[in-house]
């Protein structure tokens, strides 16, 4: 039995939360002369000859056509007078812990997704309109504390809370009850399944696959034959079957900051900046138990995914942010091997949920 569902009813009242244009949202709340601007984060854009990509951008950028992921040089041919930032990832940090705050204060199970994402279980609260009434009070909150402003999707499943949360951007607020799920998910594009990237969504084209009612509809022997057993889900998913839990994270024997890279990096300078803000994020409002934490982890994920974990216990760890860095600068020495970086992560745990001299290798 789910802890979050209200009693005698399954119904499940899931919430995705995401903030807009998140990194641009935090330079412009910062610098009022920016709001109403297009402003672009992401790599120098060096008068059109920039290497790197957008990390994000405003909306009033995307007017223009520009978005996350495009060269910044066509990102510069495309709005010249853009205002162009790189990005401040510890102010970034610093926002998403004090949002993710906010979430947690209502006390519902709360499973962080992304540095500016998170879903709730919100079931206890029994009805759809409660749930709603929710979610106001939870935007007018980050906007009054923030000054920034998020996109929530309310629905009986986790997909579906996504995959809402994305369809009144920015500032949308998007309620699928039970009795409209079908209808609501039906003439999407399968893109917007989470996990159908590209590749995949070329693949079902080729089998005259658009929508998700088409997908939902599909022969599922032909669809195995074509994906292999995870057709299932897939197909589950396009029917709004998803049984995925909000999984809480485990607070107590380890906490953890990650932070994927818009480009894979071999920037000695962006990696040694992002291990100082991961550093300072991770050791932010620990609790007295927290004292436990004498393992530092470092992870490392390459290009390709494989993925290495360093780690160390001091003997006496006090949980400054200081003796973190430093810890975790050098256990990245030990294991950058020049490769472009993927991701990097920092963990905090006790001693007992990890062996000091553990390498692991893993994909
Ligand atoms: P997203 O939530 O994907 O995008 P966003 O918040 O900027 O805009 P939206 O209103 O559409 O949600 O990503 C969150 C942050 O992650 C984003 O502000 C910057 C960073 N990011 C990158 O660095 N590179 C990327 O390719 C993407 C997609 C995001
Ligand atoms: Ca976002």
Do not use: M, N, W
């Given at each position: 039995m789910e802890s979050g569902i209200a009693q005698g009813t399954s119904q499940r009242i899931i919430m995705h939360l995401d903030m807009d244009s998140f990194y641009a949202s935090v330079e412009m709340q910062e610098r009022p002369e920016l709001r109403g601007k297009p402003v672009v984060n992401g790599a120098d854009p060096n008068q059109g000859k920039g290497r790197g990509v957008v990390a994000t951008c405003s909306y009033e950028a995307r007017g223009f056509g520009i978005r996350s992921a495009m060269p910044i040089s066509q990102a510069f041919v495309l709005c010249p007078h853009a205002v162009f930032l790189s990005p401040?990832?510890?102010?970034?940090l610093k926002a998403s812990a004090d949002i993710m705050a906010i979430l947690k204060a209502h006390g519902f199970p709360l499973q962080q997704v992304s540095i500016d994402e998170a879903f709730l279980d919100v079931s206890r609260l029994g009805t759809f309109p409660a749930a709603t009434d929710l979610a106001?009070?939870?935007?007018?909150?980050?906007?009054?504390?923030?000054?920034?402003?998020?996109?929530?999707?309310?629905a009986p499943t986790k997909v579906v809370a996504k995959i809402a949360s994305?369809?009144?951007?920015?500032?949308g607020l998007t309620v699928v009850e039970p009795e409209n799920l079908f209808s609501f998910l039906a003439p999407m594009p399968v893109r917007k399944i989470p996990g159908i990237g590209k590749k995949a969504e070329a693949d079902l084209f080729e089998m005259d696959i658009r929508t998700i009612r088409d997908l939902a509809a599909f022969d599922i022997q032909v669809l195995i034959a074509r994906f292999g057993r995870s057709?299932?889900?897939?197909?589950?998913?396009?029917g709004g079957i998803d049984k995925n839990e909000v999984k809480e994270r485990d607070g107590v024997k380890s906490v953890s900051r990650e932070m994927t890279f818009t480009d894979d990096t071999g920037d000695e300078y962006l990696i040694a900046a992002t291990i100082d803000a991961l550093a300072e994020e991770v050791c932010r409002n620990l609790s007295d138990e927290s004292l436990h934490y004498r393992t530092i982890t470092v992870k490392v994920r390459y290009q390709g995914f494989v993925t290495m974990t360093k780690a160390r216990t001091l003997p006496h760890y006090t949980g400054d942010s200081e003796t973190v860095r430093t810890c975790a600068h050098a256990l990245l020495r030990d294991i950058f091997d020049g490769r472009k970086i993927r991701l990097l992560g920092i963990r905090l745990s006790s001693f007992d949920t990890c062996d000091a001299r553990q390498m692991t290798l893993g994909v």
């Open positions: 401040d990832f510890p102010r970034y106001v009070r939870i935007k007018e909150t980050i906007l009054a504390h923030l000054g920034l402003t998020c996109s929530v999707g309310l994305d369809v009144h951007k920015p500032d057709a299932i889900a897939l197909q589950d998913l396009a």
